[in-house]
T-cell receptor
Framework: DAGVTQSPTHLIKTRGQQVTLRCSPK?????VSWYQQALGQGPQFIFQ???????QRGNFPDRFSGHQFPNYSSELNVNALLLGDSALYLC?????????????FGPGTRLTVL | GQQLNQSPQSMFIQEGEDVSMNCTSS?????WLWYKQEPGEGPVLLIA?????ELTSNGRLTAQFGITRKDSFLNISASIPSDVGIYFC?????????????FGTGTRLTIIP
């Protein structure tokens, strides 16, 4: 039973560029959340997708957008990258109304903006 | 964004010692959770607390949900080398598992040989 997977593992971009990160949820899960974890900090909630729609959003600018596909996988897009966007981006999944309400995290994508 | 206050920020202990860390918030949470994160991995859930005053154990780990709903603590007894990592508290405002997690600033645990 595969857990949450994310790609790529590491990514280097320059300021002003755009980036797309990908997440495949744990088998049987239908809800995906994205978090940003700056160095030395705890993760911060970006947004959550369920039934291909954004359901909840944290305090992040519109440069951060996402998408969920019919197979429940998800993408996080960040436009006009800033140096401050350098962070570990975590994806978490769960099955809404499932037996367990635990959110399972992937290993993350390390984004470096130069 | 909001981050919960965790203390201590870091701990250096010897194997076999007990560990205690806590987490405070300016707002009320209805669910408190404790996670552990190791290098190259995402956070892994250790303990979940759903009721004010609740005391829950998971092996050598014990956590409590504060009566005011604004704090929680985690104890680790008889620490072992594999306990090394960063421990995060997290709160959820509601009682639904899909609600966003508000994380603390983390406590880094190092075990001195």
């Amino acid at each position: 039973d595969a857990g949450v997977t994310q790609s790529p593992t590491h990514l280097i971009k320059t300021r002003g560029q755009q980036v797309t990160l990908r997440c495949s949820p744990k088998s049987g899960h239908d809800t995906v959340s994205w978090y940003q974890q700056a160095l030395g900090q705890g993760p911060q909630f970006i947004f959550q997708y369920y039934e291909e729609e954004e359901r909840q959003r944290g305090n992040f600018p519109d440069r951060f957008s996402g998408h969920q596909f019919p197979n429940y996988s998800s993408e996080l897009n960040v436009n006009a990258l800033l140096l401050g966007d350098s962070a570990l981006y975590l994806c978490a999944s769960l099955r809404l109304a499932g037996v367990s309400d635990e959110q399972f995290f992937g290993p993350g994508t390390r984004l470096t903006v130069l | 964004g909001q981050q919960l206050n965790q203390s201590p920020q870091s701990m250096f202990i010897q194997e076999g010692e007990d560990v205690s860390m806590n987490c405070t918030s300016s707002s009320i949470f209805n669910t408190w959770l404790w996670y552990k994160q190791e290098p190259g991995e995402g956070p892994v859930l250790l303990i979940a607390l759903y009721k004010a005053g609740e005391l829950t154990s998971n092996g050598r780990l014990t956590a409590q949900f504060g009566i005011t709903r604004k704090d929680s603590f985690l104890n680790i007894s008889a620490s072992i080398p594999s306990d090394v990592g960063i421990y995060f508290c997290a709160g959820q405002s509601g009682n639904f598992g899909n609600e966003k997690l508000t994380f603390g600033t983390g406590t880094r645990l190092t075990i001195i040989p």
